[in-house]
């Protein structure tokens, strides 16, 4: 069965950080390319950053320089550090990963950004 569980959501103040996760369990990891989304009230879900499984990297030009997506194959795990963080990155925070049509999403981890 595949799992993915996203962690690290939470309340912070503007300027502040978070680091999500994305532990990955029943696929081969290495092997997927993963992607960050999130979805705001009344937005549509929208891609954050992606990473593929050669490590190529690509990000939303909203959190160019302050995200940062990365990957630990060996722990089946995916992370996206957030820096600078500010009210409009409030949003559900979900994971994919995805190998040709294969695709999985995590359910989703809360990120609000306020004072």
């Known amino acids: 069965q595949v799992q993915l569980v996203e962690s690290g959501g939470g309340l912070v103040q503007p300027g502040g950080s978070l680091r999500l996760s994305c532990a990955a369990s029943?696929?081969?990891?290495?092997?997927?390319?993963m992607t960050w989304y999130r979805q705001a009230p009344g937005k549509q879900r929208e891609v954050v950053a992606a990473?593929?499984?050669?490590?190529?990297?690509n990000y939303a030009d909203s959190v160019k320089g302050r995200f940062t997506i990365s990957r630990d194959n060996a722990k089946n795990t995916a992370y996206l550090q957030m820096n600078s963080l500010k009210p409009e990155d409030s949003a559900v925070y979900y994971c994919n990963v995805a190998l040709y049509r294969i695709t999985y999403w995590g359910k989703g981890t809360q990120v609000t950004v306020s004072s």
């Open positions: 990473l593929t499984s050669g490590f190529m990297t």
């Open positions: 029943g696929i081969t990891f290495s092997m997927y390319n």
